[in-house]
């Protein structure tokens, strides 16, 4: 994907959509809720920073939602899952696959994309669950991370099921107009290479086999030893978080897969000033300047309480 | 002896069965204190391993699962000796209900003989504080896992020095989002990057 080379200064794909509530005075619930009012607030962040590429709201509930897992639904913080109820396959073979157009959420996040996709004149990216985070939220974090050596087999038929989940709900996403998919992959940030490659690189890559339109990869936390099993799930693109280091990061991949990062959404973009973020973007781009594949970015998602100002210097310091 | 050998081995390879089996003999003709001390090594080896990254967060749980059920066999025969015990409060800050990290932490602390007093996840400041004072805590351990609730760390630490409480504990943090320099900025007392850094802090706590 040799994009970067069009255009005179660096790409921008801030991961940011929390921000745009405090633009339109609402509740994270209600942009959860309302495809409306968050179209209304990821408008906002584009209107006021013009970046390159746009997300929809990030959001790790939303599958398991559709599947029927009980949410804490706060309305000032992300939401979050309470119980992981799938003990066994009999719990399994009580889920149905979600219709995407009807379980959950999942039609709210299509009609944003949409939206996105008619008024966003940049690259419009849709967010997505990777198959071992949900299998995660189904069955516990702990428990999926214990299973990759205390039960495999139960493990692969969560992770067969996931995938399913994924595929139909990433393909409406495609159909509503997504340019691109981030595939979201947190929990598999402490496994192995090999562990990651079994049991959530070969299922990405199959799903991605799936797809007609680019995919990211992000995985939270320090993926340097990853990075090499993450490409070889076909993904065109892996967002990296602040810990990693890019330029050896860059080393690794070729030049035809983006990289994505990595400035530190909490300590620089939340707690620093402009300054500081005005620097430390400006040193990550000297540092990247040889790497075409390289697109500006936060190591993970932007808070909600970050200063519009950092968010403007990032931005600035980006087009300098 | 052969026999604890053999029992650490099973624990550092979260064969939970042999270890607990094993550990239900060794009791009756071992002192307990040798066995936590010789299994405290193990966890220390296998922390080792895990620096250098020839083991993983896979293998960490189904140890420290091990780990915590020989724990509970053990105990009860341990002598009481409070007046030394150091205390510390545990849990994972508001807003977050992520607890894999601070559980290890939990299990590590035990092992090194510290009375760990674990609050759960999603823990308010004020649990914290007033649990804190209540059993008179050396140590306050603040976990999280996301960008998003980090803060809450920070609160914490705000919230003891707006109390003039500050000096009455030691603050540690950790998380995978979090660092030294994030320690550094809200005043905490030690960023441990992982369980066993948190077990050797506390081990070394005068």
Request: aromatic content about 6%; overall charge negative.
């Amino acid at each position: 994907m040799k994009i970067q080379k069009k255009f005179k200064s660096v790409l921008t794909a801030p991961l940011m959509g929390l921000p745009g509530v405090r633009l339109t005075s609402t509740k994270i619930n209600e942009n959860y809720e309302d495809a409306d009012i968050q179209f209304r607030s990821l408008k906002a962040l584009y209107d006021k920073y013009h970046p390159n590429f746009m997300f929809n709201m990030m959001d790790l509930s939303l599958e398991a939602e559709s599947l029927g897992l009980k949410i804490l639904k706060p309305d000032d913080a992300p939401y979050t899952i309470v119980e992981h109820p799938i003990k066994n396959e009999h719990d399994l073979g009580k889920l149905d696959i979600p219709h995407p157009q009807k379980n959950g959420r999942m039609p709210i996040a299509s009609k944003v994309i949409r939206k996105m996709h008619k008024t966003f004149d940049c690259i419009n990216i849709a967010y997505i669950i990777g198959p071992y985070t949900l299998a995660g939220l189904l069955c516990g974090a702990s428990t999926v991370i214990k299973n990759v050596l205390k039960n495999v087999v139960f493990l692969e038929k969560v992770l067969e099921f996931s995938s399913k989940v994924i595929d139909i709900y990433c393909n409406e996403l495609i159909n509503s107009g997504a340019d691109m998919i981030c595939m979201l992959e947190p929990t598999a940030t402490g496994l192995s290479p090999e562990q990651f490659k079994e049991f959530s690189g070969n299922y990405i890559k199959k799903l991605k086999s799936n797809w007609n339109i680019p995919l990211i990869l992000h995985i939270c936390g320090d993926t340097t030893s990853l990075i090499r099993e993450m490409i070889k799930t076909n993904c065109n693109g892996i967002s990296l978080d602040a810990m990693v280091d890019l330029q050896h990061a860059a080393n690794l991949i070729s030049s035809d897969i983006l990289i994505l990062g990595n400035i530190d959404p909490v300590r620089v973009l939340a707690f620093g000033n402009k300054e500081e973020v005005e620097e430390k973007v400006k040193k990550l781009l000297f540092d990247m300047k040889d790497t075409d594949n390289f697109i500006l970015s936060s190591g993970c998602d932007i808070p909600l309480d970050t200063p519009l100002e950092n968010i403007e210097a990032f931005m600035k310091a980006a087009r300098e | 002896m052969e026999e604890l050998k053999s029992l650490v081995e099973f624990v550092k390879d979260g064969d939970d069965e042999q270890a607990i089996d094993l550990a239900k003999k060794l009791i009756k003709h071992s002192k307990p204190e040798e066995i936590i001390s010789s299994l405290t090594e193990g966890m220390r080896e296998l922390g080792d391993k895990f620096e250098r990254k020839e083991v993983f967060l896979p293998e960490l749980l189904i140890a420290s699962d091990a780990l915590m059920e020989v724990m509970k066999i053990v105990e009860p025969y341990l002598p009481i000796k409070k007046e030394n015990k150091k205390t510390m409060i545990i849990g994972t800050v508001a807003g977050d209900i992520h607890e894999i990290g601070k559980n290890l932490v939990g299990v590590l602390c035990k092992a090194e003989g510290i009375n760990v007093i674990d609050l759960g996840t999603d823990v308010a400041i004020r649990k914290f504080i007033d649990k804190a004072e209540e059993v008179s805590a050396d140590v306050i351990g603040l976990s999280t896992l996301m960008t998003n609730t980090m803060k809450g760390q920070k609160e914490v630490v705000e919230q003891l020095i707006k109390e003039g409480k500050r000096d009455k504990f030691k603050v540690i943090i950790g998380g995978a989002p979090v660092s030294q320099r994030w320690a550094d900025t809200i005043g905490a007392d030690a960023y441990c990057k992982d369980a066993f850094e948190a077990a050797k802090y506390l081990r070394n706590l005068k």
